[in-house]
């Protein structure tokens, strides 16, 4: 039985989404949408209600509509309605599929280790020295030894960077950088952030985007889409969560994020009690019915690497978390029990 990517899928019905009249959705693996029927008359649609749904798992979705019957399988109605996202589609899934090996004899090699080549440059933290600065300053941040392999460092940044940037040739300051890489489903690099790791230099952060075509979200190849997906601001902070990503900022109306609304929930940073701008995007998260976390006054630190350098263990965060995590109108009065503006 061939495998279906679920999580693959989900992505293209949203994207499929922009093609299709009030499209929108209503629960856990279900959208709706304003299906055309062939029944209608010359020039009028009629509002008849088009479904995609799961049906069974490990099949691909299937779309029905309630009015005239119309049913085929999701994959169908994106070739019809969006043929080159259709193609898209497909050859993700071509290279997802693992390739039948030949029965002949074959003579056994060494696997090879793909490297891509945007990573040519940094040196990967796991062939520091443990004394080394940069060791030190991860381990003072309490980073679990198990996503070492994420980090890197780029020893002259801006010189570095400035195959991307060639304006970065110009800055006088060139001291190393922790930096982060973000790949796409398929181990494809697609952009980095970089931190310095002096307290006073700025900006502290800096984002470089190679695919701008892709949700520039931290962490997305690491998840499980049938596990609760866990949603912070900082990279950092998610390595101190299971089945946790990034997103870099407080935007929680990206494709992505509407992508995993009803299986995610959303860990802002502490600052969002005295930040307007950032609370108003919080808000606006749960409105549109995302889970949300808020924290207690009493657990110290302005997001999760501060909490777990504070004195917590993951162990405890995660309970802490899941106790304090709400929706719908009691995430409301929560956001507004606990804003302090």
């Given at each position: ?9 989900i ?16 629960k856990s ?12 008359k ?9 479904s995609?749904?799961?049906i069974?798992?490990?099949?691909t ?21 969006a ?7 497909q050859?993700?899934r071509y ?8 029965s ?11 490297v891509?080549?945007n ?26 030894r198990?996503?070492y392999?994420?980090?890197y460092?780029?020893k002259?940044f801006y ?7 060639p304006e ?7 001291s ?26 700025e900006?502290?952060?800096i984002h470089?985007?190679l ?6 979200v ?6 499980d889409?049938?596990?609760?997906i ?17 997103v870099?900022?407080a935007?929680y ?10 299986n995610?929930?959303i860990?802002?940073?502490?600052d969002?009690?005295?930040?307007s ?36 263990t993951?162990?405890?965060?995660k309970t802490?978390?899941?106790?304090h995590?709400?929706?719908g ?8 029990m606990?804003?302090?503006?």
């Open positions: 039985m061939q495998h279906i990517d679920k999580f693959l899928e992505q293209y019905v949203n994207r499929l989404g922009v093609y299709l009249t009030n499209f929108k959705q209503v693996r279900n959208w709706v949408f304003s299906h055309t029927c062939e029944t209608a010359p020039g009028k649609k009629l509002k008849a209600r088009g995609i749904y799961e069974k798992e490990n099949t979705f299937n779309v029905k509509c309630f009015h005239c019957g119309y049913s085929v399988a999701f994959t169908t109605l994106l070739k019809e309605t043929p080159v996202l259709y193609d898209e589609y050859l993700h290279r997802d599929q693992p390739q039948k090996i030949v002949d004899p074959v003579v056994v090699q060494e696997a090879k280790t793909f891509d080549a990573l040519e440059g940094l040196i990967p933290i796991t062939k520091l020295a443990p004394t080394s600065a940069v060791m030190r300053w991860i381990d003072r941040r309490k980073i679990p198990k996503h392999k994420l980090m460092v780029a002259n010189k570095w960077a400035s195959r991307y940037k970065f040739k110009e800055s006088k300051d060139d190393p950088r922790l930096v982060l890489p973000y790949f796409d489903l398929h181990g494809r690099v697609i952009g980095f952030t970089a931190r310095t790791f002096a307290p006073k230099v900006p502290r952060y470089l985007r695919d701008k075509d892709i949700d520039f931290y962490g997305t190849e690491r998840i889409p049938s596990k609760k866990y949603v912070c601001e900082g990279q950092i902070d998610s390595f101190f969560v299971d089945n946790c990503v990034a870099g900022g935007n109306s990206t494709p992505f994020m509407n992508s995993i609304k009803s995610c929930v860990i802002p940073d502490s969002w009690k005295r930040n701008q950032v609370a108003k995007q919080l808000k606006k998260a749960i409105v549109a019915g995302f889970s949300v976390c808020m924290l207690p006054d009493n657990i110290s630190g302005k997001d999760l690497n501060d909490i777990v350098k504070a004195g917590l993951i162990e405890e965060l802490i978390i899941d106790r995590t709400y929706t109108l009691t995430a409301q009065l929560e956001f507004a606990n804003k302090k503006f």
